[in-house]
């Protein structure tokens, strides 16, 4: 049954919430922005049509809280609830909740959220699904004994991995089998305190990977459409810095394959909605490493080559619409860059939130910028250190190159410090530039002074 949304509430803050009321906008849907005190002069409050204020600063006591948001759904007549990213967007208990509200969830089922939020259960579900792994255990490591065993077979260096990981957290590699003990004892304590579950699994641990994901979606008349891969090698603590569409290593028939395989599993599975499936590439073979079952940051790059709005779509697939063009219809044009800038020191990533006195986004043929930042802003120092997303199109790689070189320059964040030099650095090395990289190029890049 299609049912049209007239309002929508959306579940989050700073530019995330700006890219969903920017697409219910264009949509014709009323939008209700939440806020935590620290938040109310916030650009995502300014600009939704209605506002509630759901509590506190700290997140636990505002974003987080789900009983405030779904109150807040309640009292502003919202029919949908969107999540953004972070925060509940992977929470399968919320979208449970918003459901049994008689809400939609923009976003999967809550069955597929719990699944794939239980790494090692997603690994076993992609296996069954015939989808390619990093080699490793088979489930959840029960002793530090079990764990050599699975390292001698894979060989060393192996990664320890929390079955309830993200953000790079509850991870330690073991270069050989003197430092196993360590690492998994560590692993489960870092799991114990960051995520309250001690689970670990054991993974080879590649040495020169890239990362590589594919955008899907799904509509609940089982029509699965990928929109190409990004490639988010340039990390720093397992976390991406940048991210390209397409990636300078695949060839089109690479991505056509990848491609295949991943439709026709998340077929099987009954997937709805927008999802991202990871996996690392080495010596042209694809392993699985997880699943996301949301929106992600770094969403418009795919964007910017499919020409397709990917909000818009989740919308569209959660009030019950069909796709309606298959595979043949996507099409990739051109080049996209996104640089993450973030309120950090360039040089040593300290925070540096404040009061911002200037901004100007940068603008011309083919960038895009979303942020929540505006000149007089203060960013508040409890939440995600992000303050713009700036990305370009080109109709080659090296045309985005030039092109995200230029806007970088012409971007004036004034007040605060922030990534925009290092951005610049990265994007004038030749061998960023060469597109030869893996993901542990950048880590090197910032450790030796940046090129210099
Ligand atoms: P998280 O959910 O904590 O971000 P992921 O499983 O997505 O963890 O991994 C994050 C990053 O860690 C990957 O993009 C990659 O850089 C690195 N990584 C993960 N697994 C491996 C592995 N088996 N070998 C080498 N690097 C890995």
Redesign the pocket.
């Known amino acids: 049954m299609v049912k049209r949304f007239q309002k929508i509430l959306i579940a989050n803050r700073g530019e995330i919430a700006l890219r969903v009321h920017r697409a219910c906008q264009e949509m014709g849907i009323r939008t209700v922005a939440v806020h935590s005190t620290a938040d109310a002069s916030a650009m995502h409050v300014r600009l939704a049509d209605e506002s509630v204020c759901i509590g506190p600063p700290a997140a636990r006591d505002s974003y987080l809280n789900m009983a405030a948001i779904l109150s807040a759904a309640h009292i502003t007549g919202a029919e949908a609830i969107h999540p953004g990213y972070g925060f509940l967007s992977e929470n399968a208990d919320f979208a449970e909740m918003v459901e049994a509200h008689g809400l939609a969830f923009i976003g999967p089922k809550p069955a597929h959220i719990r699944m794939m939020g239980d790494?090692i259960a997603a690994k076993d579900a992609m296996r069954r699904l015939g989808v390619p792994l990093?080699p490793?255990s088979l489930g959840a490591l029960n002793s530090v004994d079990e764990a050599r065993a699975v390292a001698a077979e894979v060989k060393y260096p192996v990664?320890i991995?929390?079955a309830a990981?993200?953000?790079?957290?509850?991870?330690k590699v073991a270069q050989n089998e003197g430092e196993l003990e360590e690492a998994y004892r560590l692993a489960r304590t870092e799991a114990k305190a960051a995520f309250g579950d001690d689970s670990v699994y054991l993974?080879?641990?590649?040495?020169r990977?890239r990362?590589i994901e594919l955008q899907v979606l799904a509509d609940s008349y089982g029509n699965v459409v990928h929109f190409g891969e990004r490639d988010?090698?340039l990390?720093r603590r397992?976390?991406?810095l940048v991210e390209e569409a397409g990636s300078p290593a695949l060839t089109a028939a690479d991505r056509n394959s990848l491609g295949a395989t991943v439709t026709s599993a998340l077929k099987e599975l009954g997937y709805r909605n927008a999802g991202t499936l990871?996996f690392?590439w080495q010596d042209g073979q694809f392993?699985f490493?997880?699943m996301n079952t949301r929106l992600q940051v770094e969403h418009p790059v795919t964007e910017m080559v499919c020409g397709v709005d990917l909000v818009r779509e989740q919308i569209r697939i959660a009030a019950g619409e069909e796709l309606g063009y298959d595979q043949s219809e996507v099409h990739f044009s051109g080049h996209a860059i996104e640089c993450r800038i973030t309120a950090e020191d360039p040089e040593t990533f300290t925070p540096s939130p404040g009061r911002v006195n200037t901004f100007h986004a940068p603008g011309g043929l083919g960038v895009r910028v979303d942020s929540a930042l505006y000149s007089g802003y203060s960013v508040p120092p409890h939440y995600d250190s992000l303050v713009a997303k700036l990305v370009v199109h080109g109709t080659d790689r090296a045309q985005a190159i030039a092109r995200m070189r230029r806007a970088l320059n012409e971007m004036v964040v004034d007040g605060i410090r922030t990534t925009i030099p290092l951005h610049q650095r990265i994007m004038a090395d030749p061998e960023f530039q060469s597109g030869d990289y893996t993901?542990h190029w950048l880590e090197r890049f910032v450790a030796r002074g940046h090129g210099e």
């Open positions: 790494k990093v490793g990664l991995k929390a990981g993200g953000g790079g957290r509850g991870m993974e080879k641990y590649l040495d990977p990362h988010c090698s990390q397992h976390q991406k990871e690392l392993c490493i997880e993901i």
